[in-house]
């Protein structure tokens, strides 16, 4: 589990961010479909589906009841905000409380870069672990360029990637990731949630899955709901 250091917020406050990021993902994923065309995935049941959440990055306890699915791109701008601002929130109300794990997936879809920081990301994963992974993951996002004319440029360039990574690991341990990330070894991981992210229907980013299930709710109380009912739901197996 990564040691992180929790953002605390309050109760009303955290709401209130909740259900902007719901808000400014609709605005996000219309941008999208306007202006880059190419995620225009056919929507699927969301129903629950068996997912193997093995060999994936994630937050909380090995062996908290419920698990949460982020599906975003490092080069999404309201993936940053979500990270920024929903995440914290998230790790407060149902990570740190023992209710859920919470997990990142990749679906890379905006151009180029998106894919690179992707295969990357999971190249820090499976050579320096899950610690390093969200340090890592945490500090792409905050690198994140705000301006939107940087959206379809290539930024994330492979010596950025090295350099950004520079910053949170040793100069031994960026060589096993570039050389992971050089021979594709972790090739198969991207591809494996890209995958997932085709079967559960994920048409924007970022999309939470509680169980297997999509949310569609707009508030942090009904996150907590979705995952207090998928709780019971578990017991009940």
Not at 120 to 133: D, P, Q
Not at 155 to 180: C, G, H, M, P
Not at 203 to 211: E, R
Request: with cysteine; net charge neutral; glycine share 6%.
């Amino acid at each position: 589990m990564a040691n992180k250091k929790k953002n605390e917020k309050s109760g009303s406050n955290s709401s209130a961010k909740f259900t902007f990021w719901v808000i400014g993902l609709v605005v996000v994923c219309i941008a999208a479909f306007i202006f880059l065309g190419n995620h225009n995935k056919k929507q699927e049941n969301t129903e629950a589906n068996t997912i193997d959440y093995s060999n994936q990055p994630y937050l909380g306890e090995k062996n908290a009841p419920v698990s949460i699915i982020e599906f975003g791109d490092y080069k999404c701008p309201n993936c940053k905000n979500f990270a920024t601002n929903v995440v914290p929130i998230i790790e407060k109300e149902l990570v740190d409380t023992g209710k859920a794990k919470f997990y990142f997936m990749n679906d890379s879809f905006i151009n180029t870069d998106s894919i690179r920081s992707a295969k990357f990301a999971e190249s820090v994963f499976k050579e320096l672990g899950n610690e390093t992974f969200w340090k890592f993951h945490e500090l792409l996002y905050k690198k994140q360029p705000n301006d939107s004319k940087y959206e379809k440029m290539d930024v994330f360039t492979e010596e950025f990637l090295i350099n950004t990574l520079k910053e949170v690991a040793s100069d031994k341990d960026v060589d096993k990731v570039v050389k992971n990330f050089q021979s594709k070894d972790s090739d198969a991981a991207w591809d494996k949630d890209m995958k997932y992210a085709e079967k559960l229907g994920v048409t924007g980013t970022p999309t939470i899955f509680v169980n297997g299930e999509m949310f569609k709710g707009q508030t942090i109380d009904d996150l907590k709901n979705m995952v207090d009912n998928a709780a019971k739901g578990k017991k009940n197996e």
